[in-house]
């Protein structure tokens, strides 16, 4: 579903992703984790073409991200660590707005609204405006819009942050949903515990470098991935 082939994105000299792999299948919940400047935004924002990338090709569901851009984009989702939404519109308006720019039926996009909005508790909140949201009931928002045109990949950056215990656990209910009917998420995290539970797979980066991958149990053996985690960034 996503394929990342020896990626290197530069800033200057120094370079923030340095030769990076990895594949993510269908059915496959891979967390991507690291310290804060390891990398890891910087590789999410190539793959769903917010930057462009000095060497290597991304493929998404067999398209390449730099050749067959519109393509791509039109079967994934973003969630940002920090949704930037328009706060102008109500919430029903930027889930309608988001519906129309991937052609999403009228039929689908209102079960899918009424599905999600009920179960993040926000059904009654959507007639008001964005700019009355706190940061939980965006980041929510944005999770709903990443949902209403039924994406095969689901890429994340953080999304656990801001998210209440209920939203969380259900987040992770979604998440596997997804996978189960075919998709595959990809997502960074610093809740290691979260990933440990969640994860098929998981890859930890650091100053731009990969330096493991693999299931689960490949990467942490016997010890917690915090262990695992620590001793790599020692």
Request: hydrophobic share 40%; with cysteine; aromatic share 8%.
């Amino acid at each position: 579903m996503l394929r990342i082939e020896h990626l290197t994105k530069k800033y200057g000299e120094k370079k923030a992703v340095d030769d990076l792999s990895l594949h993510i299948e269908k059915g496959e919940i891979y967390g991507f984790i690291g310290h804060n400047g390891a990398g890891k935004t910087t590789t999410i924002k190539s793959v769903v073409g917010i930057l462009d990338f000095d060497e290597g090709e991304i493929f998404i569901d067999g398209k390449s991200v730099k050749k067959d851009s519109l393509e791509c984009k039109r079967v994934i989702a973003y969630i940002p660590d920090n949704p930037d939404l328009y706060e102008f519109m109500s919430g029903l308006q930027y889930l309608n707005f988001i519906s129309d720019i991937f052609g999403v039926e009228e039929k689908d996009r209102k079960e899918r609204i009424e599905k999600y909005s009920t179960a993040f508790e926000i059904k009654d909140d959507l007639a008001s405006p964005i700019s009355s949201y706190s940061h939980g009931m965006k980041q929510k928002l944005a999770i709903i819009s990443a949902l209403v045109h039924d994406p095969k990949l689901i890429i994340m950056d953080e999304p656990f942050v801001g998210l209440d215990p209920i939203a969380s656990h259900l987040l992770k209910d979604i998440m596997r949903e997804k996978c189960n009917e075919g998709g595959a998420i990809f997502f960074s995290t610093h809740v290691l515990e979260v990933a440990e539970k969640l994860c098929d797979k998981i890859a930890i980066i650091k100053g731009g470098k990969l330096i493991k991958s693999g299931t689960m149990e490949e990467v942490k053996g016997d010890s917690s991935l915090e262990s695992v985690f620590l001793e790599l960034e020692e």
